[in-house]
């Protein structure tokens, strides 16, 4: 048995190619289907590795207070947005002195900019530095961890004492080849010592996670003074089953902060950080949908063309099935031939598919700087696509080529 399908299987091999340029063709238009919808699946699942990493990381127990809520900031236009007022200075302050929620640390921070430059010695760097003034709950609640160093003290904070956490790529720049720890940096002026140096992150839709400084958030209130500036508040909360019920009073402790009447709406947003992530993931469900759809049709295609490749080639080689069936071949044997034919050339098609569609889905990812990652899910629907399309387009052929009288078929010219 192992040995008759051997000879099928090479027989199949020569036929391929002695009509090389027809099924180059066909392997081409098979791939060109599972190109696209791997080259979607790759770069959605490089998009969800990206946000589940940046924002895991934040924990499933943290709350934001905010200008919006997550529904109105991605409503893309949908309705009519309300304008809530800033989260002003005051506001957060009085919030902060208010919530005594148990097993719950509250952070203020603000991005007072993103234009800033940095000196070391003769050194500087690009205006693209990101100014976050924090107090000392900020790293722990944003999921910021230190590589070198250590976090702000609330003496830091109290105190208004000039310190900084860089970014890692102060690292690779400014303090490239000393010991970051202790070194002494300007910013509009003022000078901060660094003591510590945040874990490298990348960036997320194109923006540096590692191009940023952290200061306390006096000293940064101080050098930074635009009006309107918005606040921003985190808590997080030790146990996670108590979650639900920390947002409920912090919802109503925002609302006596703000003296808004009960029948009045919020004026301001709750975001859980799991909600967010939640919220984008759900989006990426549609790209994976496109990409079904846009395989799908290619797919269509193709297996009409594989279908109409294997009628020919049944047609041209009428004489030798003919042969094949008086010398003792059984229908079986025929069928099993032509099939083999139409998987190896399907298998070639999702083959050359796949690694297109990897390729580009990582080529798209390291442009917009997404973790990129391997798509199994996207590997596995290409092979079990083109066996479907192989076993959709080779049936009729192959019980075709069977079915073939032996007499006939020796007479066909």
């Given at each position: 048995?192992?040995?008759?399908?051997?000879?099928?299987?090479?027989?199949?091999?020569?036929?391929?190619?002695?009509?090389?340029?027809?099924?180059?063709?066909?392997v081409f238009i098979i791939?060109?289907?599972?190109?696209?919808?791997?080259?979607?699946?790759?770069?959605?699942?490089?998009?969800?590795?990206?946000?589940?990493?940046?924002?895991?990381?934040?924990?499933?127990?943290?709350?934001?207070?905010?200008?919006?809520?997550?529904?109105?900031?991605?409503?893309?236009?949908?309705?009519?947005?309300?304008?809530?007022?800033?989260?002003?200075?005051?506001?957060?302050?009085?919030?902060?002195?208010?919530?005594?929620?148990?097993?719950?640390?509250?952070?203020?921070?603000?991005?007072?900019?993103?234009?800033?430059?940095?000196?070391?010695?003769?050194?500087?760097?690009d205006p693209d530095i990101?100014?976050?003034?924090?107090?000392?709950?900020?790293?722990?609640?944003?999921?910021?961890?230190?590589?070198?160093?250590?976090?702000?003290?609330?003496?830091?904070?109290?105190?208004?004492?000039?310190?900084?956490?860089?970014?890692?790529?102060?690292?690779?720049?400014?303090?490239?080849?000393?010991?970051?720890?202790?070194?002494?940096?300007?910013?509009?002026?003022?000078?901060?010592?660094?003591?510590?140096?945040?874990?490298?992150?990348?960036?997320?839709?194109?923006?540096?996670?590692?191009?940023?400084?952290?200061?306390?958030?006096?000293?940064?209130?101080?050098?930074?003074?635009?009006?309107?500036?918005?606040?921003?508040?985190?808590?997080?909360?030790?146990?996670?089953?108590?979650?639900?019920?920390?947002?409920?009073?912090?919802?109503?402790?925002?609302?006596?902060?703000?003296?808004?009447?009960?029948?009045?709406?919020?004026?301001?947003?709750?975001?859980?950080?799991?909600?967010?992530?939640?919220?984008?993931?759900?989006?990426?469900?549609?790209?994976?949908?496109?990409?079904?759809?846009?395989?799908?049709?290619?797919?269509?295609?193709?297996?009409?063309?594989?279908?109409?490749?294997?009628?020919?080639?049944?047609?041209?080689?009428?004489?030798?099935?003919?042969?094949?069936?008086?010398?003792?071949?059984?229908?079986?044997?025929?069928?099993?031939?032509?099939?083999?034919?139409?998987?190896?050339?399907?298998?070639?098609?999702?083959?050359?598919?796949?690694?297109?569609?990897?390729?580009?889905?990582?080529?798209?990812?390291?442009?917009?700087?997404?973790?990129?990652?391997?798509?199994?899910?996207?590997?596995?629907?290409?092979?079990?696509?083109?066996?479907?399309?192989?076993?959709?387009?080779?049936?009729?052929?192959?019980?075709?080529?069977?079915?073939?009288?032996?007499?006939?078929?020796?007479?066909?010219?």
């Amino acid at each position: 048995m192992f040995k008759l399908f051997k000879e099928n299987v090479r027989i199949a091999m020569g036929s391929i190619r002695t009509q090389l340029l027809r099924t180059i063709l066909t392997v081409f238009i098979i791939g060109l289907g599972i190109w696209a919808l791997v080259g979607i699946l790759t770069f959605t699942a490089a998009l969800e590795n990206t946000l589940s990493t940046d924002f895991a990381s934040m924990g499933s127990n943290t709350f934001n207070i905010e200008q919006y809520d997550i529904s109105q900031q991605m409503d893309g236009g949908n309705r009519k947005k309300a304008v809530n007022p800033i989260i002003s200075y005051p506001e957060a302050v009085g919030f902060k002195q208010k919530y005594k929620y148990p097993f719950t640390h509250t952070s203020l921070s603000f991005t007072a900019t993103t234009k800033a430059e940095a000196k070391f010695e003769s050194k500087k760097t690009d205006p693209d530095i990101s100014v976050l003034g924090v107090d000392e709950y900020y790293m722990i609640n944003s999921g910021s961890e230190v590589n070198l160093g250590r976090n702000f003290t609330p003496f830091d904070i109290q105190n208004n004492v000039s310190v900084c956490i860089v970014g890692s790529d102060f690292e690779k720049d400014l303090l490239k080849d000393v010991n970051p720890i202790d070194k002494v940096i300007s910013i509009r002026g003022a000078k901060f010592k660094v003591i510590g140096v945040l874990k490298e992150k990348g960036s997320t839709f194109g923006n540096s996670q590692d191009l940023r400084v952290f200061i306390p958030i006096q000293i940064a209130r101080s050098l930074f003074t635009a009006p309107n500036i918005n606040y921003t508040v985190s808590v997080m909360i030790d146990k996670k089953e108590l979650l639900d019920e920390a947002i409920d009073n912090a919802n109503s402790m925002m609302r006596r902060v703000r003296k808004l009447s009960p029948v009045k709406e919020n004026n301001f947003g709750i975001s859980r950080s799991d909600d967010l992530i939640n919220k984008i993931l759900s989006i990426t469900q549609y790209l994976g949908m496109a990409a079904w759809v846009i395989g799908i049709i290619t797919i269509f295609g193709s297996s009409i063309a594989l279908m109409n490749i294997m009628l020919v080639s049944v047609t041209e080689r009428t004489r030798e099935i003919g042969v094949r069936k008086a010398l003792g071949a059984k229908k079986t044997t025929i069928a099993v031939q032509f099939f083999i034919e139409t998987l190896v050339i399907g298998q070639l098609g999702g083959l050359v598919g796949l690694i297109l569609g990897i390729l580009t889905g990582y080529g798209i990812a390291s442009l917009l700087n997404f973790a990129f990652v391997i798509p199994w899910g996207a590997i596995l629907a290409a092979f079990v696509t083109t066996f479907l399309v192989a076993v959709v387009s080779g049936s009729y052929p192959a019980v075709k080529a069977a079915r073939l009288d032996p007499i006939e078929a020796l007479r066909y010219e």
